[in-house]
């Protein structure tokens, strides 16, 4: 059984910057399609940034394309969300997951198709 443990959630003001962490056990993060997600209050859970397997495909929300940047340290077994020119609309809870999307997809933007998930991190962007 994957677990996942983010951190790096906090306060900060809009222009500001935040860099996620996300730490595997029980499992490797190379082995799966690895993304996070975020939620907002009283919205659903939507996608924010995925990475391949091979680490080689990223993929971004458009709200956040240019300013977040997904990566992967294999020898930590650790995926970060950098998050940079924070706005308050990005305020929300941040979760990490993995997961083996059906054949075709490199990434999934589709929440169903992950199956191992964090407990999330709180992010809030003051204005």
């Known amino acids: 059984q994957v677990q996942l443990v983010e951190s790096g959630g906090g306060l900060v003001q809009a222009g500001g910057s935040l860099r996620l962490s996300c730490a595997a056990s029980?499992?490797?993060?190379?082995?799966?399609?690895t993304a996070w997600f975020r939620q907002a209050p009283g919205k659903e859970r939507v996608f924010v940034a995925g990475?391949?397997?091979?680490?080689?495909?990223?993929s971004y929300a458009d709200s956040v394309k240019g300013r977040f940047t997904i990566s992967r340290d294999d020898a930590k077994n650790t995926l970060y969300l950098q998050m940079n020119n924070l706005r308050p609309e990005d305020t929300a809870v941040y979760y990490c997951?993995?997961?083996?999307?059906?054949?075709?997809?490199?990434?999934?933007?589709?929440?169903?198709?992950?199956?191992?998930w964090g407990q999330g991190t709180q992010v809030t962007v003051s204005s």
């Open positions: 997951t993995a997961g083996s999307p059906p054949a075709g997809y490199t990434v999934s933007v589709h929440r169903g198709h992950y199956e191992y």
């Open positions: 990475l391949s397997r091979r680490g080689g495909s990223t």
């Open positions: 029980g499992g490797t993060f190379s082995n799966y399609v």
